[in-house]
């Protein structure tokens, strides 16, 4: 059974309140909560404002220029006002005994039955596995896991010991820290010793880099017309040939439906608009992560085949996965694999970067780069793109400067709504990338990529990777509410407001904001360039980004390790308080409920081995 909290979203692992009427659940945490008079986890939901604009305003040509909307949200006369809704919300509360009533409909329920309580698991179970374990556990003395640095030969490598220093890589430049190098093995050099290594680093929330992973398996090739040919093939058994897919243009962040082959054109030859601006896409969830395995099973086996560690990252046979653990009956997750295909080229642009933006992962992972390719850009282009960096440059400056009143008319004229935190203007979705100006499908106004034209060197590696400490996340929330309207997201918009900076994942760190960030918070991320074969290991409630310097395809797995559960818990808590409609809500990891499944397997074959008293 897999039940949520109507009102916070969170998952119910055992005991939880019910309506016999109508079915509504409510989490303990919201109960305590009424009872206490301070629920959270259900507040309205929160609608940013994007005003429209076209490529004219993203390169600055004609900057006073805005499109009415003319889609406008329906208002439903017969709900109460956002004002109605909290004073309803902050009357809901339990009455004698703490006896919990069913919510208004306005909130989901019936407003006529009481809460009654209910447990999933068996009576007691729950406290009957604790007993099971403590019985175990009785007298017996465990070694502690290492908990310093010093314990890490690697981590000695300015002293004396510089044993294993070729298994590092410097990714920071902290004043008076020991934390500036990452664990970066090689896969083919993996030894029994290197798990060990691996979890000194895990167990302090640090990332791993494991080098030339896909060189350990059988060689498969992940160019994307392989895979495009590999999936049509499979589809065509279940009779679902997808000849469109969707993507996302990176400069206005708006989806655009394209062919497949058109789209891996642009992979390969790179696409321009109309200003000759860099045309980024990437695509939207392809194929479906659902249903990776059966669309593409070759590169299924391989890719789990390449993943170093597996106790933890094998996505059925891990044993320290907990993600493992939960029982066959039991709706699963979806942990993946999941594919990450996107265009990139080396220069910073600004606006339209090929990025992941901010954001936290509720639970660990593991990220491969299967394949990249680099397009070159001619001089010509590279001058074009520095003259419309600076005209970006001056809209910035004015707009920061002092043109609020010609914002405020024509966000008053123009404004269309999207939820927060989505990554996408849904109204604004284009129908056919032909008919976009700029489209190349026949091949016109690509990138050059002969060694003549070449301006710029070939970067070793595809990826830039941010990933930032837990202990800095607090400066780096306060940095980007500080510097909150230099940010630009759906249709080029300077931000205005966030729930919250990191995951609204409505930002990305330039070069210079990661500058700033030091300069004002004394804090920097870990920064590093993924080559083609590293698995890049993600501990759980480390905020990262991520820039393509070329081409790429990703494929992703989460994760959940014994070392990081306790993480995963806090940003459950975390997650839960966000508005109804934030892209971070639901908790679909159901963390809880793994842990649990997790003991009783551990109790089981424990007592297995120990035998009768």
């Known amino acids: 059974m897999n039940l949520c909290s109507n009102n916070c979203k969170t998952s119910i692992v055992d005991f939880h309140r019910s309506c016999p009427r109508c079915s509504y659940d409510l989490c303990i945490t919201c109960c305590r909560e009424i009872r206490e008079g301070h629920l959270q986890g259900g507040d309205e939901e929160v609608v940013m404002h994007y005003a429209f604009r076209d490529s004219s305003y993203f390169h600055n040509d004609n900057c006073h220029t805005a499109h009415h909307s003319k889609n406008a949200s329906p208002i439903n006369n017969n709900e109460p006002s956002s004002e109605v809704k909290a004073e309803m919300k902050s009357a809901w509360r339990s009455v004698e005994v703490g006896i919990i009533p069913c919510p208004p409909q306005w909130f989901g329920g019936c407003g006529e039955g009481i809460l009654e309580l209910k447990c999933i698991f068996p009576e007691n179970w729950v406290l009957k596995l604790l007993s099971r374990a403590g ?156 249903l990776f395995e059966e669309s593409l099973p070759r590169h299924d086996v391989e890719f789990i085949r390449c993943l170093p560690f597996k106790e933890y990252t094998h996505p059925h046979d891990g044993y320290l996965n907990l993600a493992t653990k939960l029982p066959k009956i039991s709706l699963k997750p979806d942990m993946g694999p999941k594919t990450y295909i996107a265009y990139g080229v080396a220069q910073e642009l600004g606006r339209g970067d090929s990025v992941t933006k901010l954001h936290c992962d509720m639970s660990d992972a593991v990220n491969v780069l299967t394949h990249e390719h680099g397009v070159t850009l001619r001089p010509k282009q590279l001058r074009t793109i520095k003259i419309l960096q600076m005209k970006h440059a001056e809209q910035d400056e004015t707009e920061m400067r002092g043109s609020k009143q010609i914002l405020n008319i024509m966000d008053e004229n123009s404004e269309k709504t999207g939820n927060v935190g989505e990554y996408v203007g849904k109204s604004s979705v284009k129908t056919s990338m032909s008919k976009k100006k700029g489209g190349n499908s026949s091949g016109k106004n690509k990138a050059d990529t002969s060694d003549e034209a070449a301006s710029v060197r070939d970067p070793e590696g595809g990826a830039l990777w941010d990933i930032f400490r837990r202990q800095d996340v607090p400066k780096l929330e306060e940095y980007v509410r500080k510097h909150l309207k230099e940010f630009r997201h759906i249709y080029c918009n300077q931000l205005s407001q966030v729930v919250h900076p990191i995951h609204d994942q409505t930002v990305y760190l330039s070069m210079e904001h990661k500058r700033k960030l030091k300069e004002e918070y004394g804090i920097e991320p870990w920064t590093f360039v993924q080559k083609l074969g590293d698995a890049v290991f993600i501990p759980a409630g480390c905020p990262h980004q991520v820039r393509n310097l ?64």
Not at 571 to 591: G, I, M, S, Y
Request: hydrophobic fraction near 40%; glycine fraction near 4%.
């Open 135 to 290: 019985e175990l556990v009785k007298g017996q003395d465990f070694e502690d896991l290492p908990k310093t640095c010093e314990e890490c030969p690697c981590l000695n490598f300015f002293g004396e010991n510089v044993m294993a220093s070729d298994k590092l890589c410097r990714a920071a430049s902290r004043q008076d820290s020991r934390d500036n190098f990452l664990y970066c093995p090689t896969a083919k050099d993996l030894q029994h010793d290197d798990m060990k290594h691996f979890q000194l680093h895990w167990l302090k929330g640090e990332p791993v880099i494991v080098n030339g992973v896909l060189e350990t398996t059988l060689g498969l090739s992940w160019a994307p017309m392989v895979m495009a040919r590999a999936f049509r093939q499979n589809r065509k058994k279940e009779n679902e040939v997808l000849v469109d897919v969707t993507a996302i243009n990176c400069l206005d962040l708006c989806e655009v439906v394209i062919k497949i082959n058109q789209f891996f054109k642009g992979y390969l030859e790179g696409r321009f608009d109309s200003y000759s601006w860099p045309e980024i896409l990437k695509l939207k969830d392809w194929p479906p992560s659902n």
């Open 550 to 613: 070329k081409s790429c395809i990703n494929v992703a797995l989460d994760f959940v390790s014994p070392e990081n559960v306790q993480e995963c818990l806090r940003l459950t808590q975390e997650f839960r308080v966000l508005p109804q409609n934030h892209r971070a809500k639901e908790d679909k990891l159901e963390v809880k409920k793994m842990a649990l499944h997790a003991i009783e397997k551990a109790v089981d074959h424990l007592e297995i081995f120990s035998g009768p008293n």
